[in-house]
């Protein structure tokens, strides 16, 4: 289709103004969003480590950005790092208050870092906001004592890495603070008191008693070092001695696992020595339960037995009493009649002559 | 030996030569074009016809090659990103691929295809027919006539291209997002306003501008060095691409660079 020049002009008029509409129109939005038109208030301040901070990086507060951080540098001379940040004028007449710290929170697993700012405690806001340039103390370098002495709002943050991040910084502080204290408080006087055997500090008679202790434990195993040489020698015998045996081709421990052995066959039969090992334990079963009731039944007889057989004691006695008097006794003597003996027919096997 | 370094020397001072020689010609171009905004010639009408083909009559493509970009980033991102739980990184790939990578370059290519091989031929074919001649012969000037129009409406049309497939791309993925992912409009725009900066845009427009020239330059350049014979154009238009091809990667090679230094 061939279209008249002026409505190809109009045509590409409206292709320009609307390319030129658009990139405006997304220049304002971005700068809405991003508050390129409202002013910002800019504070310096200082960290230990420049570590996870760039150019740009948002400061949050409650999980609000709330500034940026427009500078970061390092000061050569006390090996600290210096930052400028700015925050914005929505936000800096309420929580820019004295006292107020910033903190640098790394992530110990790598999942970035994060940059909070703690407004200082004003509880019915009335204190003036801080002039803009002011310094504000980080965590590490003088925030944290105002946060303990209560001058500033620390809010803890509701997700448990956050926290994690968090808490680890003052966690990693207190281990640096005690490794700081260790090496120079504590660390200088053991090798004093190793060096020179001082007795006259706490530690350096510790040092020495643990000395002593070492000496003689290593004398006490230097004289058991020969013991225990035997020992272990008769156990490297014993244990020869059962390697040579599991190695011996016609030995018991091989002829015990051979497949065609006797052990083997004698137990693969379908179970049958298994059941008349079964039967013969439950018959013993048996016969000692019986066995048990008749012990039962002669510890209950035993006190009878005992009177018959002290009765029959006593008869005898009477017995004898009574012939010893009829021995005795004139009128009767030879009158009895003389009794023939009838010998035994029971005789073993033993008692016929050959 | 002494022959083939005999040849060799020759061949690199031609090559200098018709180096310095496109500089030349890229500088005769520049000037022509400071004196056609003055002089509000009657190449304005030339210009017009040339925004016209190269901007408004490749929008529909671009659109849709926009369109299908940021649908594939957007697919692809949220597929990935979810799975380690940085969802909202889809924004800051988005729009660096769109904005700072593929947006200029992309359109380069298309206008490349589309406008170089055109202008090419179409001036190769006015060599051949002696109509550059008769122009030098009635005194107009052809690089005042012809080459500057081109030149500006090539450029012009790219950066304004390369900002319809920003927005086409950033913001119209937005209803393919939808069929995916279904997201809030404000938190979609927010999330990607957020996330562009100032730095992305000018970098696309400093492109597409770039590529623009080089393309234009490359394509008369060209088009003009047809000598006699129609066998030639064709030749001539492929030199035109492959040329525009690599000068335009070249140049996003170093405004990449440039953009992190």
Known sequence: ?354 | MIKMLGGLGRWLILKFKSVFYALGYFFQILKETLFFIQRKQVGFKVLIMQIYFTGVKALSIITFIALAMGAIIIIQGVTVFNQFGQGNLIYVILTTIITRELGPILTAFIIIARSGTAIATELGNMVVTHEIEAYVATGINPVSYLIVPRFLGVSLSLVFLTIYFNFVGLFGSYFITQLIKPVDFFTYFNSLLAVLKFEDILTSVIKSFVFGIIISTVATYHGLKVKVASTEVPQIVIKAVGHGFILCIVANVIITLLYYI
């Not at chain 1, 609000?64 to 914005?88: A, H, M, Q």
């Not at chain 1, 039967?279 to 018959?308: C, D, W, Y």
């Open chain 1, 1 to 354: 289709m061939k279209l008249k020049i002026s409505f190809i002009e109009q045509l590409v008029g409206l292709f320009i103004i609307l390319a030129i509409l658009g990139i405006v129109a997304i220049f304002i939005f971005l700068g809405v969003n991003q508050r390129w038109f409202t002013k910002s208030y800019y504070f310096k301040s200082r960290f230990l480590s420049g570590n996870g901070l760039e150019v740009g990086m948002p400061i949050t507060l409650k999980g609000f950005e709330v500034g940026k951080l427009s500078k970061i540098t390092l000061d050569p001379l006390v090996r600290l790092v210096d930052v400028d940040f700015y925050i914005y004028e929505d936000f800096y007449e309420n929580i820019c208050k004295p006292n107020s710290v910033i903190e640098i929170a790394v992530s110990p697993i790598g999942l970035g870092t994060s940059l909070m700012f703690h407004p200082g405690h004003d509880e019915d806001n009335k204190l003036p906001p801080l002039a803009e340039g002011s310094f504000i103390v980080s965590y590490r370098l003088g925030g944290r004592e105002l946060i303990d002495q209560g001058l500033t709002d620390r809010y803890a943050t509701d997700d448990s890495i956050g926290a994690l991040i968090t808490n680890v910084g003052p966690i990693i502080q207190e281990v640096e603070q005690l490794l700081y204290s260790i090496n120079t408080g504590i660390m200088p006087e053991v090798q004093k008191a190793i060096t020179t055997g001082d007795r006259t500090t706490k530690i350096g008679a510790i040092v020495s008693d643990i000395q002593g202790i070492t000496t003689h434990t290593n004398n006490l195993i230097a004289e058991l070092d020969d013991e225990i040489k035997k020992v272990v020698k008769d156990i490297s015998v014993i244990t020869g001695g059962f390697a040579k045996v599991a190695e011996d081709p016609k030995g018991i421990i091989t002829t015990l696992l051979d497949p065609k052995g006797s052990i083997k066959t004698i137990l693969d039969d379908n179970n049958v020595l298994y059941k008349n090992i079964e039967v013969s334990l439950i018959k013993i079963k048996n016969i000692i339960s019986e066995l048990e009731s008749f012990a039962r039944f002669i510890t209950n007889m035993t006190p009878q037995i005992t009177g018959i057989l002290e009765q029959g004691r006593q008869a005898l006695d009477q017995g004898q009493d009574v012939l010893e008097a009829l021995k005795n006794n004139p009128l009767l003597r030879g009158g009895i009649t003389e009794k023939r003996e009838q010998p035994t027919t029971f005789q073993s096997y033993r008692d016929e002559d050959f």
